[in-house]
Structure formats: C-alpha cells, structure tokens
C-alpha cells in the first residue's frame, strides 16, 4: 500500500509537470480507470484529449484510439503506453481479399466501410 501511494504520489507530481492527461477506455482493469483523467468510450477521449490544455496524451486503450488522439491532436505528444501492438480485433475481419470475395459474390451490394484510423495513420505515419 505505501509503495503504491508512493507511485500514485509521483505519478500526479509528473502530470502536472509535464501537462499531461491520462485517458482510459471503459475495458481497462479498475487500476488503471482510478487513475485515469477520464473514463469512456474512443471517440469520447479522444475530444477530451484534443479540448483540453495538456501538452502530452496519456492514451490507455487499443492502437487505432492512440492514433484517432494524435489525428485530433497532431500538435500533441501522444503517449500509448502498452504491451506488444494491443490492436483492436475488430480491424482485422474484413481483409482486402475478403471484401474483393464478397463484392463478387454480391456485385450489387453497396460496401459500407467504417475507416479505421489504422489506414489513415500508418499512410500518414503519425505513429510508429
């Protein structure tokens, strides 16, 4: 418990220090929410992230939310602190190929894509 308070202690003293803003989606684990700036959804965050005075975004989440943040907020450090790419398993159903399957099996469908942010950073190189 002390050490932690010790962490915890050191961790509010750098925030202000570096006019950082730590933000945490709704699926991180209850240590990380507690000390979070906000809690909420991708989108949600990334406004907060891009509204506020903080110089440097602490971004607790998946990849593409990191990436959304630094898109609001180019002026801005954006911080992803995270093991291994922690991608989003929803960016990875609809390859290429598969949606060049479904449009000939369907070729009067209309394709309805919802752009991840993914595409857009890694052509722009906003992160590495």
Sequence with gaps: ???KMNLLTRLKQLR??????????YYQ???IQDIADYVGDSYYLSK???????????YCGVKFMAESAKILS???TVLFPVHGDATCCMEHQATPGLVLE???KYPNAKII????????AESA???S
């Design 16 to 25: 202000n220090e570096k006019k950082a803003i730590i933000l945490a989606h």
């Design 102 to 104: 479904m449009k000939k």
């Design 74 to 76: 180019p002026e801005k």
């Design 113 to 120: 894509v919802y752009c991840g942010v993914k595409f857009m």
């Design 125 to 127: 190189k906003i992160l």
């Design 29 to 31: 684990n209850s240590d």
């Design 48 to 58: 907060i992230g891009r509204d506020s005075d903080a110089k440097i975004i602490v």
């Design 1 to 3: 418990p002390m050490m």
